[in-house]
T-cell receptor, first 113, second 114 residues
Framework: DVKVTQSSRYLVKRTGEKVFLECVQD?????MFWYRQDPGLGLRLIYF???????EKGDIPEGYSVSREKKERFSLILESASTNQTSMYLC????????????FGNGTRLTVT | AQSVTQLGSHVSVSEGALVLLRCNYS??????LFWYVQYPNQGLQLLLK??????LVKGINGFEAEFKKSETSFHLTKPSAHMSDAAEYFC????????????FGTGTSLTVIP
């Protein structure tokens, strides 16, 4: 079974802090994704990566950056956390073929105070 | 970009009743289609997918979905609801041409009444 592991289940940070959310997958998947989930809005794509050191902006990249130095790890960075970034963050991976589903981590619930 | 519409953000059914969750997509070229389930404080888990072939697909936990090209729909059903089916359900599509991006509906929260 594919395992996607997010380093934290719950995080509380202060406004202005730099925040790192880490995600690791163990199935040698090409593609990795970061989504945020908010009530009534579903999942919105922040960034995705289809190869090491490659990244593409999703629908809501503002205020975020990403890093993919190794194939198995995809990090989401909040340069200066703000209260409107309080949300559930979901990492996912896929083999890179569109008919293969996404595999999700358990999510990180981030609260910015 | 694709768009995915899930009609009804909240659906309530009695235990033992039919579950029907609706999903429509916007593309003129049928995409790959997926249903996911999310239990509280967890990530999304794949229920089933349609990529090609038979239009009625069966998934885990007794769920199934039927792809109808003429209606651009992929509705999720289960003949008899269990209490354990209470969760959030998401429909998603992936473009056949690019394959790298997935588009999600806004989700349907299913409540099962004992």
């Amino acid at each position: 079974d594919v395992k996607v592991t997010q380093s934290s289940r719950y995080l509380v940070k202060r406004t202005g802090e730099k925040v790192f959310l880490e995600c690791v997958q163990d199935m040698d998947h090409e593609n990795m994704f970061w989504y945020r989930q908010d009530p009534g809005l579903g999942l919105r794509l922040i960034y995705f990566s289809y190869d090491v050191k490659m990244k593409e902006k999703g629908d809501i990249p503002e205020g975020y950056s990403v890093s993919r130095e190794k194939k198995e790890r995809f990090s989401l960075i909040l340069e200066s956390a703000s209260t409107n970034q309080t949300s559930m963050y979901l990492c996912a991976s896929s083999p890179g073929r569109g008919n293969s589903p996404l595999h999700f981590g358990n999510g990180t619930r981030l609260t910015v105070t | 970009a694709q768009s995915v519409t899930q009609l009804g953000s909240h659906v309530s059914v009695s235990e033992g009743a039919l579950v029907l969750l609706r999903c429509n997509y916007s593309s003129s070229v049928p995409p790959y289609l997926f249903w996911y389930v999310q239990y509280p404080n967890q990530g999304l888990q794949l229920l089933l997918k349609y990529t090609t072939g038979a239009t009625l697909v069966k998934g885990i936990n007794g769920f199934e979905a039927e792809f109808k090209k003429s209606e651009t729909s992929f509705h999720l059903t289960k003949p008899s609801a269990h209490m354990s089916d209470a969760a959030e359900y998401f429909c998603a599509v992936s473009d056949r041409n690019t394959g790298n991006q997935f588009y999600f509906g806004t989700g349907t929260s299913l409540t099962v009444i004992p």
